[in-house]
């Protein structure tokens, strides 16, 4: 079974600067696909950004960036100029190819502080 | 406004009592699934349906049923509830059988209480 792991329950950082967060997964297929999950005070869950495992280059979108390792099977977050509303839990998410449902981790809770 | 409507958006009620939670994918969508997120937790997998059969099931209970109907709409059925069915349950919808374009599209959840 495919598993995700956020090894940080919490995290802040200053407004305007830069933080990382981590994930790794396992899973023993060569294909798949990596998401991560932001998830406000309002609880809704919205797509932040995806990265298809078969793509060497990072996907970015904004101030998202991510680090995909495949090889080390870690997929971290990069949020730049940080905001107040990126203040939320970040949930990484993974699923293979082929129809399965999201595997989620448990997440990590980030601070924006002003 | 996501497009995946789900109703009620609060419910409570008591231990041993039986609610249903309501899902109106996004139009187009065909797949839908439910997850359950207990107080400052992941979200965990319950059940798939695809074009009104089941796809696939996750650690979902044997109190709690779902189905896909022919407007494609969904229900979640939770029944004996107990203290710890407290939780947010999420619908989410996905064009295909799964979520390889563009990731799920979620509802904003269903706050269920259990007293």
């Known amino acids: 079974a495919q598993t995700v792991t956020q090894s940080q329950p919490e995290m802040s950082v200053q407004e305007a600067e830069t933080v990382t967060l981590s994930c790794t997964y396992d899973?023993?297929?060569?294909?798949?696909?990596l998401f991560w999950y932001k998830q406000p005070p309002s609880r809704q869950m919205i797509l932040v950004i995806r990265q298809e495992a078969y793509k060497q280059q990072n996907a970015t979108e904004n101030r998202f960036s991510v680090n995909f390792q495949k090889a080390a099977k870690s997929f971290s977050l990069k949020i730049s100029d940080s905001q107040l509303g990126d203040t939320a839990m970040y949930f990484c998410?993974?699923?293979?190819?082929?129809?399965?449902?999201?595997?989620f981790g448990k997440g990590t809770r980030l601070s924006v502080i002003a | 406004d996501s497009g995946v409507t789900q109703t009620p958006k609060h419910l409570i009620t008591a231990t041993g009592q039986r609610v249903t939670l309501r899902c109106s994918p996004r139009?187009?969508?065909?797949?839908v699934y439910w997850y359950q997120q207990s107080l400052d937790q992941g979200l965990q997998f319950l059940i798939q349906y695809y074009n009104g059969e089941e796809r696939a099931k996750g650690n979902i209970l044997e109190r709690f049923s779902a189905q896909q109907f022919p407007d494609l709409h969904s229900e979640l059925n939770l029944s004996s509830l107990e203290l710890g069915d407290s939780a947010l349950y999420f619908c989410a919808s996905s064009a295909g059988g799964g979520p390889k374009d563009y990731g799920y599209t979620f509802g904003s959840g269903t706050r269920l209480t259990v007293v």
């Open positions: 998410a993974f699923t293979l190819l082929g129809n399965t449902p999201l595997v």
């Open positions: 899973t023993s297929e060569s294909n798949y696909y």
């Open positions: 139009s187009g969508d065909l797949s």
